[in-house]
């Protein structure tokens, strides 16, 4: 019995964490409330119908056997797919929750005052060619003018550069933030398998959740299947000879060896009174039980030859203790005289 306690503690554990699964993963597919108590339910009646079900209809008979294994499999099928449902949410909150600071990276870049790009290069191709124009102009007399039109140009087409520049910074470290916050959304382990085994990491998250999951209701469903097994009672069965039937055995309290030889003379009346009774010799008697004349050990061995040889009692132990009532050891002892007396017996 204490066996299996520890069987029980860990198949309520593991019903409890499946229960749990399936709890928060009805929750998070219902939209509305009702939605939410409903996924619930159906959640919780097929786990406990995917880890019960071997063991209610263990004994059962053949028909009903094979259609609660059926159910059962849809069962397993079902509470799988529940659970890979919760591991993959699960997965994308946890990576949510490591890329929230590269998030607030790339909010900040994003937030910085710049302008477009394009309207960048587009104000720099104006700039550029005004610059040239005015660099192939021909001053006749106001010269210094000109000049300061093309310095001007000039820096303003320095500056739109340094621009534009700028703006493709921004857009390469956003880029990395974006890429390094896609990279932190996948579980670093479930990445590395799916880059050596050249699969998609969303496939290896479902694989991993449908496996997670299958264990889970395996060993569930073992542990209840150990922990509500029938006990059987073990009777202890008396020692008796070999040469006597086990389904004859007949257990008949000791008797202290010590006993006085009139305890054995009146239980060897008793049993003498009842054998008659079964066997029709005589009733049985209402009067005090009187010795029988012959109480010696020799008187008992050979009265046993006589009854021995008329068949009714056999020469063993269990016999000789159980037709004159006596202890063991003086059947045994009584056995052993026999023996030397009778060889043949």
């Not at 996924?39 to 919780?44: E, K, L």
């Not at 479902?206 to 569930?220: H, N």
């Not at 006597?244 to 008793?270: G, K």
């Not at 061995?301 to 159980?322: E, K, N, Q």
Request: with cysteine.
């Amino acid at each position: 019995m204490t066996a299996l306690r520890p069987a029980r503690l860990l198949a309520v554990t593991a019903t409890g964490t499946a229960v749990c699964l399936s709890v928060l993963a009805g929750w998070q597919r219902g939209g509305t409330l009702p939605e939410r108590v409903v996924w619930v339910a159906i959640g919780i009646v097929l786990v406990a119908s995917a880890h019960l079900l071997p063991t209610l209809v263990r004994g059962s008979p053949v028909t009903v056997r094979l259609m609660g294994y059926l159910l059962w499999g849809a069962c397993m099928v079902t509470a799988c797919y529940g659970h890979a449902t919760f591991f993959l949410l699960a997965q994308l909150h946890a990576g949510d929750v490591r890329a929230s600071a590269v998030t607030d990276d790339v909010t900040d870049i994003a937030t910085r005052p710049a302008r477009a790009l394009t309207l960048v290069m587009e104000e720099r191709a104006t700039v550029t060619r005004e610059l040239a124009l005015a660099r192939v102009q021909r001053c006749s007399r106001d010269c210094a003018r000109l000049e300061v039109r093309r310095v001007t140009l000039a820096a303003k087409l320095d500056a739109l550069n340094a621009e534009a520049d700028e703006i493709r910074r921004l857009q390469a470290g956003r880029d990395r933030a974006l890429a390094q916050r896609d990279a932190l959304r996948a579980d670093p382990v479930t990445s590395q398998l799916a880059t050596s085994i050249g699969v998609g990491t969303a496939r290896v998250d479902m694989l991993s959740g449908l496996v997670f999951a299958a264990i889970l209701e395996g060993v569930a469903c073992l542990l209840w299947t150990v922990a509500l097994r029938p006990t059987s009672l073990l009777a202890s069965v008396p020692v008796v000879s070999e040469a006597m039937p086990v389904a004859n055995v007949t257990v008949v309290p000791q008797q202290p060896v010590t006993a006085s030889h009139t305890e054995e003379i009146v239980s060897r009346e008793a049993v003498m009174d009842r054998h008659a009774a079964v066997t029709g010799g005589h009733p049985p008697r209402d009067d005090p039980v009187t010795p029988l004349p012959d109480v010696s050990p020799d008187g008992d061995v050979t009265r046993l030859v006589d009854d021995i040889a008329a068949g009714r009692v056999r020469a063993t132990v269990a016999d000789i203790r159980r037709y004159l009532g006596c202890s063991q050891a003086r059947a045994s002892a009584l056995r052993r005289q026999l023996a030397e007396r009778t060889p043949m017996a």
